[in-house]
């Protein structure tokens, strides 16, 4: 029997039911991809849900992490059960995943949170429009801290380009003396 390696840092559900499926590792990224784009979707809309209707100082105060043990545990149910409609899976698979994969995403998304000065802009500014706006903009910097290799800009050139960049000297070269 072949026995595949799994990427380190991938958690040990996701390297089970990979396994159990027959997925190769190549293909867990896909799927571990897809499971935190679901998940990051699902808290992002939670919190545009909640800034819209007029909560928007619930909203950041969860992300600073000052919301009471209510508010936070209301907002946590939401977010699971926003993912688990988004997941499509059943049973007892769809809780582990789903009590893996949001805490996972959340403590990216407060991390980006506090370094990156969003709650600072958050809090000087409490309307609805400019609060979307910077969920939105949490959204995407926590997908950037999640998936570091996004945007890399890469493109594929044509032959003409290649040509171009091949032609053309990279570093002056230096003559010993």
């Known amino acids: 029997m072949?026995?595949?390696?799994?990427?380190?840092?991938?958690?040990?559900?996701?390297?089970?039911?990979?396994?159990?499926?027959?997925?190769?590792?190549?293909?867990?990224?896909?799927?571990?991809?897809?499971?935190?784009?679901?998940?990051?979707d699902a808290v992002q809309e939670v919190l545009h849900t909640e800034v819209q209707n007029g909560h928007a100082r619930l909203v950041i105060d969860f992300l600073a992490?000052?919301?009471?043990?209510?508010?936070?545990?209301?907002?946590?149910?939401?977010?699971?059960?926003?993912?688990?409609?988004?997941?499509?899976?059943?049973?007892?698979?769809?809780?582990?995943v789903a009590g893996w994969v949001l805490?996972?995403?959340?403590?990216?998304?407060?991390?980006?949170?506090?370094?990156?000065?969003l709650l600072a802009k958050l809090e000087a500014n409490p309307t609805v429009a400019d609060t979307l706006a910077r969920?939105?903009?949490?959204?995407?910097a926590a997908a950037r801290l999640i998936f570091?290799?996004?945007?890399?800009g890469a493109v594929v050139l044509t032959d003409e380009e290649a040509q171009e960049l091949l032609a053309k000297p990279t570093a002056p070269e230096q003559t010993q003396a």
């Open 103 to 117: 805490p996972f995403v959340l403590e990216k998304m407060f991390h980006v949170a506090r370094t990156s000065g």
């Open 2 to 40: 072949k026995r595949f390696s799994f990427p380190v840092g991938l958690p040990s559900q996701v390297a089970g039911a990979a396994r159990q499926a027959g997925r190769h590792a190549s293909q867990t990224g896909r799927l571990f991809r897809q499971l935190v784009q679901r998940a990051l």
């Open 65 to 96: 992490d000052k919301a009471l043990p209510a508010a936070r545990a209301l907002l946590l149910e939401r977010m699971t059960a926003r993912l688990l409609l988004r997941l499509g899976l059943r049973g007892a698979f769809l809780t582990n």
């Open 148 to 152: 570091p290799d996004g945007d890399t």
């Open 135 to 140: 969920v939105d903009e949490l959204r995407h």
